[in-house]
């Protein structure tokens, strides 16, 4: 079976994906609607990985940095529940570990914006730590540069 095979035989993934692609396309609201729909179907005790995604880009279309925070805090809570089994089942490679260094830089990210430095600061250290199982490759060295980007930032509050 080709990859993209497996990975359209998870339609709520195929879903959250096209979504994605709204999003990065630059339509940000019809995302978030679409976001918004998928997450009213699958609700918050659906599949975690379905949750941890769509949670983790549904906070990167919102305007108020306190709704940003709470999808943030979703996808890693959806994270916590996840399987490195489970992200398997979906084609992907990845182990769930790789995903902390993102949620924990989005979610300091957040704190910054809410002018709270003490919590950013707690989760950019997570993000440092976790960012150690990422590969040399073109996404795990654009994760290290944004958190030292906002190691930065920190560092002038």
Known sequence: MTEQQEASTDAVMTRIG????????GDREEARNRFGVIWAEIGVEGDALHRCTLAHYMADTQDDPGDELAW??????????LSDGRVAEH????????FYP???????????KLQRPDAARVHLDRAR????????????????AAIGRLERRLREL
């Open 18 to 25: 096209q979504a994605i692609m709204l999003l990065h396309g």
């Open 102 to 112: 993102s949620l924990h830089l989005n979610l300091a990210a957040d704190y910054v």
């Open 72 to 81: 943030d805090l979703r996808a890693l809570t959806a994270a916590d529940g």
């Open 129 to 144: 730590k976790a960012s150690e199982v990422l590969a040399d490759d073109g996404y795990g060295g654009g994760v290290r």
């Open 91 to 98: 084609g992907d490679s990845l182990a769930v570990r790789v």
